[in-house]
């Protein structure tokens, strides 16, 4: 798929950012995601990672949500992952690190 059909976008609000993610997040894309990511203001909010229109998700995006998670604990701020297709969380399952992350089905109406 490559970086042309890749997108990111941020919603900010005062208690949380939502960051929507569609495409591939794979080894190409994950510096994209890495920039927008790293600009955010987050101590004390919550991120929410939109997933929900990703339509792939390997192992380099692991990476990025490791260090994330990593960060979260150490700057105190939340990580939730919403939407995460069955082969994310396969992913996840695999290396055993789905138990490190808030997962939820879907975007509430109002963080929309």
């Known amino acids: 798929m490559g970086l042309k059909d890749f997108a990111v976008d941020v919603t900010e609000q005062p208690e949380r950012i939502v960051v929507s993610v569609s495409g591939d997040i794979d080894f190409e ?10 600009e955010l203001v987050l101590p004390g909010r919550t991120l929410v990672l939109d997933f929900t229109r990703i339509t792939f998700m390997g192992t380099s995006a692991l990476h990025v949500l490791l260090a994330l998670r990593a960060r979260a604990i150490e700057d105190e701020w939340t990580l939730e992952l919403v939407g995460t297709p069955r082969q994310g969380l396969r992913v996840l399952e695999l290396t055993a ?11 509430a109406p109002a963080l929309r």
Do not use: G
């Open 29 to 38: 894309t994950c510096s994209v995601l890495t920039r927008v990511l790293d």
């Open 97 to 107: 690190t789905l138990h490190l992350f808030s997962l939820h089905p879907a975007l």
